[in-house]
């Protein structure tokens, strides 16, 4: 049940993220040509500013859902109803703290930049913007329980046919009105109606939540919750300081267009990641759920398998972004919105860094190790903060993306063999670091060839022919070469396996 359970959410995650990708493609193409690079760059800047102010939601719905799998698992509803009554009065405090930082800093905005060429009001955009951002807050509490539930694929299901509805009106706001007003208010109410429409569905399939007899959570379980979410605070702020900050930067510094410019870059990177986010991510529940039989040889042979798939997956994605991003950057939205060859290689190396992160962030999450290495989110914030403002005076885009990336390497090398690695798998540390440290030697070895192979077939070649050349190469040569490099591994053979049990079914 447990892998059938986690080829469902898999699955649907994949086809959701490919829908809502090649329809975000056509909105953003039709959105510049109707408004603008710089609205482009603004929509970037918020993005940014309200990913700031998710700091106060605490990782209180990571830690929810730790605490209601073995509930889940032992079909305790009044356990459950009372953390779900629980985290509906967290969020709505969420909501009040999120509105009231976000008023406060509608004073602030013309710090970030200018905003020339905005003709809106910038301060009701933003408010637009806010609005949906606690919304979300005030009404989506209820999607933990299938989340736990290893119910996901309901989840993506809901968001495919909302994200399809949306993006449509989204095509008619901007062809009909070119208002980037309409745009944000079309956001707003597809938020809100989905979140209705999906407690109303979750309330049919457990009615026991729509009892008004909920109990408080029990003391010691509060206590352990607190201090999850302390640990988690730390995390948020990490996270916001080095993955949120760099567009607050690249606007302050560099301007509304540059940041429109890299917004397009990131879209693409942005989208592919979503899509192996949904392979790993869907087994976030499963192993939560593996993790209650404390089993650490069992969790350790279940690890490697995660992390050999996110190292293929995430590698050749990775190439292939270096590869073929320029030549469909000219191809879609032409030679005037190219960034240089180095930015995208920092583009590329931040991607990768991120990626090979995950498997073992998905242990993280389903064992709930939050407290324990709270302070190194903090060091990596400070480091990425202060390297990113250095470098960008002498190195402009590249220095921060230099800088982000140095950071993200504190977590990766020292703190996931440390905090998680040992104490889940019973593993020397070690261990981890020679595995990682081969599979970037294996990357960056494959990524050079690639890109030889690449220059040597395209050269003199028009846009079209060096874009489908490069996606061949892409396609070919990194998986070609970890096929020979792994074809007698256990790793391979098991999902090979897989693929063929898949098959005959």
């Known amino acids: 049940m447990r892998l059938i359970n986690s080829l469902k ?12 990708t090649l329809l975000g493609f056509i909105v953003r193409s039709v959105f510049i040509k109707s408004l603008g690079i710089d609205y482009q760059g603004l929509n970037g800047l918020f993005s940014s500013i309200l990913f700031m102010l998710s700091i106060a939601e605490l990782g209180i719905g990571s830690a929810i859902i730790f605490n209601m799998y073995p509930f889940i698992t032992a079909k305790d509803t009044e356990a459950i109803k009372s953390l779900m009554n629980f985290y509906r009065k967290c969020y ?39 609005s949906s951002t606690v919304a979300t ?11 736990a539930d290893q119910k996901n694929y309901l989840l993506n299901m809901a968001d495919m046919i909302t994200n399809i509805l949306m ?71 990490g996270n916001f300081v080095v993955f949120g900050t760099d567009s ?24 592919i990641g979503s899509l192996l986010n949904a392979i790993i991510s869907g087994l976030t529940a499963s192993v939560g759920d593996l993790l209650t039989e404390k089993n650490p040889k069992k969790s350790f042979e279940v690890y490697k398998n995660i992390s050999f798939m996110n190292f293929w997956l995430y590698s050749f994605a990775s190439i292939g972004i270096y590869i073929v991003m320029q030549p469909f950057m000219k191809l879609w939205v032409g030679q005037k919105f190219l960034l240089s060859q180095l930015v995208l290689l920092f583009i590329v190396l931040n991607f990768y860094v991120q990626g090979m992160r995950k498997p073992i962030q998905v242990f993280q999450s389903a064992s709930g190790i939050f407290y324990e ?40 090398a020292y703190s996931f063999p ?32 690639s890109q030889l192979i690449s220059a040597s077939a395209t050269a003199g070649l028009n846009s079209w022919l060096s874009f489908l050349i490069n996606l061949i190469i892409s396609l070919v040569v990194p998986n070609l070469i970890f096929f020979l490099i792994f074809r ?17 079914r």
């Open 9 to 20: 959410n898999m699955t649907s995650s994949f086809v959701q993220v490919i829908l809502t």
């Open 92 to 130: 709505l405090a969420v909501a009040g703290i999120v509105t009231a930082i976000g008023l406060i800093i509608l004073p602030f905005l013309h710090f970030f930049s200018n905003f020339h060429g905005i003709s809106e009001n910038v301060y009701l955009l933003y408010l637009l913007y806010l």
């Open 137 to 147: 807050y005030l009404f989506s509490y209820k999607r933990s329980i299938l989340f």
């Open 167 to 237: 993006n449509l009106v989204y095509l008619i706001v901007l062809l009909v009105f070119h208002s980037f007003v309409f745009y944000l208010l079309t956001t707003l109410i597809f938020n809100i109606l989905e979140n209705l429409c999906l407690n109303h569905f979750i309330n049919k399939r457990y009615p026991y939540l729509k009892d008004k007899d909920a109990k408080p959570i029990d003391r010691s379980l509060l206590k352990k919750f607190q201090k999850q979410i302390y640990g988690m605070l730390y995390h948020n702020i």
């Open 248 to 271: 607050m930067i690249i606007t302050k510094f560099l301007g509304l267009k540059t940041m429109g410019i890299y917004s397009n870059y990131l879209l693409i990177t942005n989208s």
């Open 373 to 412: 290495n709270r302070h190194i989110p903090v060091i990596e914030m400070i480091v990425n903060l202060v390297l990113s403002l250095i470098f960008v005076q002498f190195f402009g885009l590249e220095g921060i993306l230099f800088g982000t990336l140095i950071s993200t390497m504190i977590l990766y």
């Open 418 to 449: 440390k905090y998680i690695y040992h104490p889940v798998f019973k593993e020397k540390n070690s261990k981890y670091v020679r595995e990682q440290a081969r599979y970037l030697l294996l990357f960056l070895f494959t990524l050079e060839i």
């Open 488 to 504: 007698k591994t256990k790793e391979l053979k098991y999902f090979r396996g897989l693929l063929l049990n898949f098959i005959r």
